[in-house]
């Protein structure tokens, strides 16, 4: 079967090659696996995947078989993703630029944040002498109209409303004194993230890092649902999986890592991303591979869809 297919290969060949104006020729595999050559497509064939040939008989192009309705959709859904990644990479990264703007090293933030510790420890001292100050506007008050009670006498109008305003201003300064301690909270947690960023961006080698938009996806995302308990335990999980099988990380924060863009292939791109909708969280890895005929047979062989299944398992570990 092979002979004949290649001898009425040769034999269009030296069609072709007779005529005055030269056209393409293609070869494709028709869904009973017969192998054709022809400079026309038939119709029952013409959304067959199909190679392009040169006058020597050599592939100079691929035209990919048309998409399924299942992989319009799915096509859809990546560029959704991408678009996503696109904006939490441009916010994240004007951050960063702002953040090594600011900073020289971790010495500045420190010293940064131990200014703000001392304002807000003072405004606490501040808010602390005013809560006793209230307390004791109460007791005041309290006492004169316990005064009138005891005399059978009615407690006079101003003095209950003495009385609720030194309560409404004891309940201010308490609520005060619990927003300065959220704030210190606050401010250590930033501390943290910022020293932890810093340190990040400095030993980073890639200055412009983009997402893999000029590469072929695999049509498959993996997705690992998780919720405020889990998440941070998952997010984890799914950057130690890509730094397993992916490449180098040339960008990552709290809702995206990205890999190196694929160029040989045999390599993959991998790229994690963490949604929010609504109330729901989802963590969503992305598999591309290189603009070429043999990247393609990589981003849809078995190893590449073996990926997902394995990266979806991570829920239950």
């Known amino acids: 079967m092979e002979n004949n297919n290649f001898l009425l290969f040769c034999i269009l060949l030296l069609c072709f ?63 959704k993703l991408q678009k996503t990644q696109r904006k939490l990479l441009k916010n994240q990264l004007e951050r960063d630029s702002a953040l090594l703007k600011t900073f020289k090293n971790a010495g500045d933030i420190d010293a940064l944040a131990n200014s703000k510790f001392e304002i807000i420890s003072s405004n606490i ?47 201010k300064t308490q609520q005060d004194i619990i927003n300065f301690k959220f704030q210190e909270k ?14 990040s961006l400095q ?3 890639t200055k412009d890092p983009s997402i893999h938009s000029d590469t072929t996806p695999h049509l498959l995302l993996g997705i690992l649902p998780c919720n405020a308990e889990n998440c941070e335990r998952l997010w984890k999980k799914a950057r130690s ?27 993959r791109g991998l790229s994690l991303t963490k949604l929010h909708n609504e109330d729901k969280t989802a963590i969503i890895l992305d598999i591309r591979c290189a603009s070429s005929k043999g ?23």
């Open 17 to 79: 090659s007779s005529q005055t104006v030269a056209g393409k020729l293609y070869k494709w595999v028709d869904k009973d696996g017969n192998i054709s050559y022809s400079d026309r497509i038939p119709p029952q064939d013409s959304r067959l995947k199909r190679d392009i040939l040169n006058e020597k008989g050599r592939i100079i192009g691929t035209k990919d078989a048309a998409k399924t309705p299942e992989q319009i959709e799915q096509l859809k859904e990546i560029k």
């Open 125 to 171: 001292s501040i808010a602390l002498g005013q809560e006793e100050a209230s307390k004791k506007q109460i007791l005041l008050h309290q006492q004169a109209a316990a005064k009138f009670e005891r005399e059978g006498k009615q407690i006079p109008k101003e003095t209950i409303n003495k009385l609720r305003s030194a309560q409404a201003q004891l309940s």
């Open 186 to 199: 606050d401010i250590t947690k930033q501390l943290i993230y910022d020293r932890a960023r810093l340190t």
């Open 203 to 205: 030993s980073l080698t």
């Open 241 to 267: 999986f890509i730094a397993k099988n992916g490449s180098a990380t040339i960008f990552s924060s709290n809702d995206l890592v990205l890999t190196k863009t694929p160029k040989l292939s045999r390599h």
């Open 295 to 317: 990247g393609k047979a990589t981003c849809t062989n078995e190893t590449t869809a073996l990926l997902i299944k394995k990266f979806e398992r991570l829920v239950n570990f």
